[in-house]
């Protein structure tokens, strides 16, 4: 007997698919075994957001505080890009939960947290099978709300009964107060910092051993690029920016992401990359390595003055040191040796002079930031918090002089054409100087070319 597999309407107009019909409905709401999911926090994830939140209460203890985990960003039609919370309220929270609101109420003395958060859509609901952003089927098993609430220590209610507070701080100005308690990193954090660098290095290992491969199937900067990606998204969160892979001419290219070129031997290779914690704190390191595994001797000369004015900036930090003292350090450097190498059209004294700063044609950005959460981290912070402040244990920064020689640029000689040189380490400000999170990878030529060989052996 041969089945008919017309289907049931054949000869009629297709009936709308709906999500309605009795038999599916009695059938998809019954017969699943409960499950228990815990909240995807461990306990001193859950301490270190109580001890920011303790810190946040006494900067306004009489006003009531609302931070918002916000939403994926649309993407087209019922698609939307990836989400990534908010990083004030994971500072305050350690919960990464879409659409989550923390509020602290002001009472006497102290704040009364309330954490609001979309249940998940099990068995028996609707949005168990009709919700592509929180049904079971569509996106797996999550915590309910008593489960975070025992992993938090908070009391966590459904976010439908959410009414913004009338008296709350506005978001402006809040933002700007954490973004200053941020700056300072507690024990667990700089472990997260730690961890994200481990991961990141990993990281740099994993592209250089692509490097021949890159090469010799001219698969190009692309390939580099998804190699360190797929290490990000699997031993942390995923990169914590997007992620910098720029041979040759690229190189010069402050934050080349394109990264739709070639990368031929003889060339640099600058990779600017960063791993994501599952926590979400991020690494940010930067080194340029020769293609074929030795430097060229003019970029070896280029790459020892960023060297040198990397390490001048480097011992800067530490407390009591301005904010702005390791960058100014570091192209008090590069200024001398461009003036050595006739790239100056005026005095080292002109250039370092605010209204002179002709060296930084060749490199027009910071030498450095604040990193945590955010890879420019504390950036709501004004001038008085940040490059207008002094150095205080417990703050982590990158410091990250380079020199970019475009390919284009008339005014140096040809051979220094087409190269680009960045070297960035991330540091934390301890008591006494600083410690070199990042200290792992060489920042030496020599030692920057046996590394890339090691890796490729
Ligand atoms: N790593 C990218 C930046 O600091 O701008
Ligand atoms: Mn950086």
């Known amino acids: 007997m041969t089945r008919d597999t017309r289907p049931p309407y054949a000869g009629t107009r297709p009936p709308k698919l709906a999500d309605d019909s009795p038999g599916f409905l009695a059938r998809i709401g019954h017969g699943w075994a409960e499950r228990q999911v815990p909240a995807p926090v461990d306990d001193a994830a859950a301490k270190a957001a109580a001890a920011h939140r303790a810190r946040l209460s006494e900067r306004f203890p009489d006003r009531t505080l609302v931070l918002s985990a916000g939403h994926a960003r649309h993407r087209n039609g019922d698609a939307d890009y990836p989400f990534r919370p908010d990083s004030d309220f994971v500072w305050a929270t350690s919960c990464q939960a879409e659409g989550a609101v923390l509020v602290l109420r002001h009472r006497p003395g102290g704040h009364d947290p ?7 859509a099990g068995p028996g609901e609707r949005d168990f099978f009709a919700s592509a952003a929180h049904g079971e089927l569509w996106v797996g098993p999550s915590a309910g709300l008593a489960a975070w609430s025992a992993a938090l220590d908070l009391p966590v209610r459904p976010v ?32 997260q910092l730690r961890e994200a660098v481990e991961h990141t290095i990993g990281g740099f290992a994993a592209v250089a051993a692509e490097v021949p491969r890159a090469v010799a199937g001219n698969l190009g900067e692309r390939w580099l690029q998804g190699t360190f990606d797929r290490h990000a998204r699997t031993f942390g969160n995923g990169p914590g920016y997007s992620t910098i892979v720029g041979s040759g001419e690229h190189a010069p290219v402050l934050h080349w992401v ?161 190269i680009g040189i960045r070297l960035e380490d991330d540091l934390l400000v301890t008591e006494t100087g600083q410690d070199v999170l990042s200290g792992a990878l060489p920042i030496d030529a020599t030692g920057l070319e046996r590394w890339t060989r090691e890796q490729t052996r």
């Open 114 to 120: 309330v954490l609001y958060l979309t249940p998940p």
């Open 160 to 191: 439908s009964e959410y009414a913004a507070p009338a008296d709350a701080v506005r978001p402006a100005e809040l933002s700007r107060v954490v973004s200053g308690l941020r700056m300072i990193k507690d024990d667990w954090e700089i472990a």
């Open 258 to 418: 394109r990264c739709d070129g070639p990368v031929r031997p003889g060339e640099v290779l600058l990779l600017d990359m960063g791993v994501e914690a599952k926590s979400l704190y991020t690494a940010d390191v930067t080194r340029t390595i020769p293609v074929g595994g030795g430097f060229t001797p003019t970029q070896r000369a280029v790459h020892d003055l960023v060297e040198a004015a990397h390490r001048a900036g480097m011992d800067r930090v530490r407390p009591g040191a301005h904010y702005s003292d390791f960058h100014f350090a570091a192209m008090e450097v590069l200024a001398h040796g461009l003036a050595d190498w006739g790239l100056l059209p005026v005095s080292v004294d002109e250039a370092l002079a605010p209204e002179g700063q002709q060296h930084r044609r060749f490199l027009a950005c910071g030498i450095g930031h604040h990193l945590g959460l955010d890879v420019h981290d504390c950036g709501s912070s004004g001038y008085e918090q940040y490059q207008g402040a002094p150095l205080e244990p417990g703050m982590v920064l990158t410091v990250e002089p380079g020199l970019y020689f475009h390919a284009h640029d008339e005014t140096v000689p040809p051979e220094l054409r087409g």
